[in-house]
């Protein structure tokens, strides 16, 4: 399973790859033909080509650094590169919109002569450059985030050059240069959705927030149903990566053999991993009758009242001390 792992990785790197060499040529295209016809909307693909080529060096690189092995200073590997990744092509996404917005602005207030025509070329080129990465990644983008961060940028400067497609068509027919900075109003627009969601998804896994696929009151109601348990508290699930959950919980059962412990662990794990998909998971069984008064999630105010308990019996035998 390891090895298959590792050369899925290896085969996306290699798409990773080509993507970059296919992108870098569309920038250069670009920023040519945006600065030789005047176009905003051209110069605001070639910014947003731009923010695709850092996406996917990104990407590229925290690929690699998630089939490095597990160290002693990082025990769950460096599978969190993908997301920090992720997450960094997120703010630059909304960086690029925010630019796109000011130039678009000025642009709106003095309008400026466009050469459509070469225009017009350059964004078929970019979109169909667009399109042929997008459909490199296209699998790997439903179930992993850092791809899907960078898959958005692509497919999302796919839609800018189809935009321009249609400015230029519809200068060249019309000589309505307006055209070019509202255009870019609209790509500005879309950028900055998939870039806040991009961005909100990797700061929650950041965060270890939930799953957002997965209940914690269903995960502990199903461990409920089986025979041997009693009660689920300290209940946590979180994401290491997009495609790798966690879990750790106390669950109270009713059993009275080391047998039967290793067998309700094996129970537990096998339906966590079939029902919810986690497999990294620990389990901390407690034997004994549960009063009902362990809330589901861990409350870290006990935590605080335990260390002011220490505190205060620390300072009691420290006063105890100086008067003996």
Known sequence: MGHSHTHGREDLRGKFRIAVILTAATLIAEIVGGILTNSLALLSDAAHVFGDIFALVLSWFAIYLSTLPPTNKRTYGYHRAEVFAAFINGVSLLAISGWIFYEAYHRLISPEEIKSLPMLIVAIIGMLVNLGVAMIFIRESRDNLNVKSAFLHVISDAVTSAGVIIGGVIIYLTDWYIVDPILSFVIAFAILIGAVRVTYEALHILLEGTPKNI???????????????????DLHVWSICSEYYALSAHVYVDVNSIMAVQNALGIINNLLKERF?????????ECGDPDGTEPLLCDFKHLEGNHNHHEHDEHKHEHEHKQV
Do not use: M, Y
């Open 277 to 285: 998909g986690i497999i990294h998971t620990t389990i901390q069984l």
């Open 215 to 233: 209940k914690l009151d269903e995960v502990a109601n199903n461990l409920k149903k089986l025979d041997f348990v009693k009660d689920v508290h």
